[in-house]
């Protein structure tokens, strides 16, 4: 789709991030609101490490994450969610979805305070208007909220994941592989959703293999190599000749 999205003031700093289990090393990054920026490089690079690590999936060893201007712990998920990031991961299957619980389940399962009355009972009606915005909003295909996840086809459970996370209100959308093993009608319409969250001011950060989906959805594209970072091009300009060179920088 066309990009309509206009960048404001830097609002997400990454300085000096190092892994301690992973290979990441001394990553430091600048994004801006209502910016889309690529990370690209081959598989065991760093891309994914670098999103766990911001994250709180992965054990950070050192540096320190900024959100403006002020610094985020982010030493777990529970964390980064109450610091406004979000992170759909790379294995939809694996790491995504609840396979055995129904849509709604799924769809509200990261944002459980907003439905619960009287300090712990969790609200019917609120997690069903929760999870029917999430399927408007989405267009998920489905007959019902009580469909199983299992049962829909990839680019409707990835709906049903984006959903989720939006309906924690992030103000940082960590997206790795968004549209991978997804069909081209689908794909199109995450690429539609990814250019409207950037117009509503959120920071995207995506992961993805595809060079021609990163030159066509991110104003930037930060190559990681050996897991480091190698370089950053503008992707009005830059070509995938200009990435894979960067990307075998520190092979």
């Not at 490490?49 to 529970?78: H, Y």
């Not at 267009?139 to 709906?159: A, D």
């Not at 595809?210 to 990681?224: A, K, Q």
């Amino acid at each position: 789709p066309p990009k309509t999205n206009k960048p404001g003031e830097v609002y997400l700093e990454v300085e000096h991030l190092t892994g301690l289990y992973n290979n990441l090393r001394d990553v430091s990054f600048t994004a801006r609101r209502g910016e889309i920026v690529g990370l690209a490089g081959l598989d065991g690079s760093g891309r994914t490490e670098t999103l766990e690590t911001m994250f709180g999936v992965a054990t950070r060893k050192s540096g320190r994450i900024l959100l403006d201007g002020k610094e985020c712990k982010n030493l777990n998920p529970r964390q980064s969610i109450k610091n406004n990031f979000a992170l759909l991961t790379e294995e939809r299957r694996a790491t995504g979805i609840f396979g055995i619980l129904d849509i709604r389940e799924n769809s509200v399962i990261s944002s459980l305070d907003r439905h619960k009355r009287a300090g712990f009972v969790l609200s019917d009606k609120s997690m069903k208007k929760d999870t029917q915005w999430s399927i408007d909003a989405m267009h998920t295909k489905t007959p019902t909220q009580e469909t199983k996840i299992r049962s829909l086809s990839g680019g409707n459970q990835q709906k049903v994941i984006i959903g989720r996370w939006l309906l924690t209100e992030p103000d940082v959308l960590l997206l790795d592989e968004p549209t991978r093993g997804i069909d081209v009608g689908a794909k199109y319409e995450i690429y539609q959703l990814i250019l409207d969250l950037a117009n509503k001011g959120k920071t995207v950060i995506m992961v993805s293999s595809e060079m021609p989906e990163l030159l066509g959805v991110c104003d930037r594209i930060l190559v990681m190599s050996g897991g480091r970072l190698a370089g950053e091009v503008d992707a009005k300009t830059a070509t995938q000749e200009d990435i894979m060179r960067l990307a075998a920088k520190y092979v």
